[in-house]
């Protein structure tokens, strides 16, 4: 009977485990962030700032990572979901929920509009016009003073404090209890998200990432959903955008210019684009090293340039790709 | 024959290696000491265009630091100055001063030379309610319509410099101007002065706003040069004031028009040619003035511990922490309101005036009130930093006009 028993058992493979253990690290981590972080010389802020730049990375992973597009400018997005929650605030309403959603109104109902007109095109086509639509944004917002103010960018307004009905959370005097409004929306974002890639469309678009030809050979119709990756992963941009304009109080428009949506690519492909949580590893390690080396040196983007570089030649799948890839062995 | 091949870079190594710099650069446990430091944050751009500005500020405040520690620092302890690069983007100018306060718990923020990020800067340091003095950023917002009860500023107003030199470069040139200006608040605000005080005048002008790191001016210049005015304004700042002025002399306009502005600093003069070194100026601080000692002794004591000859980036970096002694002196304690308080309608004691005149903060607008000096710019006599030759002196208060004008409404915390 034992020997039945242990002839018959079939060692776990940790394979199922890990994407479940990444999960619960990274949560644990981010959760407990306002407590470690400033022992190890951090601060609140920058906790805020990695995962206001890891959903921006993340989101656009829906498009590179599982989608297989390629798109240089997603910071057009990314600003101007931060002008849609900074003008909200300023002139409509002190409201913070009314100021995200008129982020991701701007910046995703502009993406989904100009996903229309691209969808059909692919590779370098593809990436090119999205940086020209996104010069176009950067250009318009640097030059429409009077709205958005310009170069020196959108001041005047601050985030509301969250008025629940039963309670009042006061996001806008205490950092501590702002960095948990915004890792509740980023829960609940990046739960969309797994959820999306999990659901039938989810497979649909690494369908069409693996081979395109034969996806449309399956009747898959292409565009459609090349433009619904494209349009869902632009709100979630400007969603992020938006949280970006009320952890600093401020928009300007270097927010839409083609350097930061290179910056998005780096931090994706350095935590790993087709790894779910690749892209937020790949933000934080940009953001503390950016934070780190440029109170040292002024040459502080050659040591992220270098480590891009190492990265790509060393660890293609990404740091979390590579991590994930080593406990699996 | 064999091949010679390079030894192969193992991930692994790549790792260890990694590892191994990561621990040896980690920066180290600071245990609690027993005398805490006066920490002053200063952020400015010290990559991009303003660099060579930011630079002199960084070099002035170090200067000012460390003539401050030996004599006691500030309140009996020792002054700490932790610098950031701004890279003359707003957004990071905002991070790194939010960084200042909330990691490293600076006392007090100085900076920054670019407007646009200065003004940014004073919403974190309003909400975080940390005292902070502006050495060199321009714009007239800062201490007009949007002034702070935490805010100071050392450099002149835009109104004050167009108002201090507009006059004389229609008494000189005539009234036909060609403005070349970036756009951003320092550029917009500075021309905007000017026009007035022109229009006043009854001058006619030209106006060209152009992104504030345009490094080719070849189409403006062409239309400046049809314009035919009597004097081209070059309001850009740091290198592309520079490239302006090179590309200026290079299409041969010295000979057809006058040269004039707000600013042309020391810094930005040394890098032109000689044809472009002239004009008429205002300079908001001059190393040269002989009938002042404790100029001559500043001077003195600044080329000895660094060689160079101080500007007026230096002279502010210096009134900046002075200013700090100042207030923390005068209210006991590094407390902002209390310092703020203190500051207001102080007057400069004469090795940090740096002038004949008088130096004092307005208490209505926390704008310092100083000499500003018109003059005109020429190729080196003898010492190389010779370049400026003082013509008049005009008053603070004289050019900046009373409080009511400049929209501000002090409003202290209660």
Redesign the interface.
Known sequence: MNTATTTTTVPMSTTPARPWLTGVIIWALLLSAPIWLPMLGGYTALAGRVLVLGLAAMSFNLLLGFTGVMSFGHAAYFGLGAYGAGLTLKYLAASTPLAILGGVLLGGGLGTLFGLLISQRRGVYFAMVTVAFGQIAFYITYSWDSLTGGYDGLRGFARAPLNLGFTTIDITNNSTAFYYFLLIVFGVVTGLQALLLASPFGRTLVAIRENERRARFLGIPIERHIWMSFSISCCFTALAGAMYALLNNFADPMGLHYSLSGEIVIMTVMGGMRAFWGPLIGAALFVVLQDYISSMTVNWMSFVGMIFVLVVLFFPRGLLGMLQRGVGK | MTTPTLPALR?RT?LKSGLAVTVLSA?PIVSARGETPVRIGMVNP??GILSALAASEVEGARYAVERLNKKNGILGRQVEL?V??S?N???TG???T??LI??DKVDVIVGDVN??IA??MM??TN?LKVFHIVPGGHTDPITGVDCKWNTFRICNTTSMDAAAVTGELVRRFGKRFFFISP???YG?TLQNNFIRNLKALGGEFQAELL??NTSDFSATLIKAKAYKPNVLLNNMGGLAQINCMKQFTQFGMQKEMALGGALFELESVRAVPADAQAGTWAMEWWWDQPNVPEVVSYVADFRKATGKTPSARHWFALVAIESVRLAAEKAKTMDGPKMALALEGLELPPEVALSAGKAYYRAGDHQLMSDIFVGDMHPPKGNPDNVFTIGSIVTGEKAAGPVEATGCKMVHPA
Do not use: H
């Open positions: 991930r790549l920066p010290l990559t932790l950031e690069d890279a983007d707003v957004g905002v991070q790194k939010r960084k909330e990691r407007s646009g003004y940014a919403g974190v909400e756009d951003y608040a917009q992104p504030i």
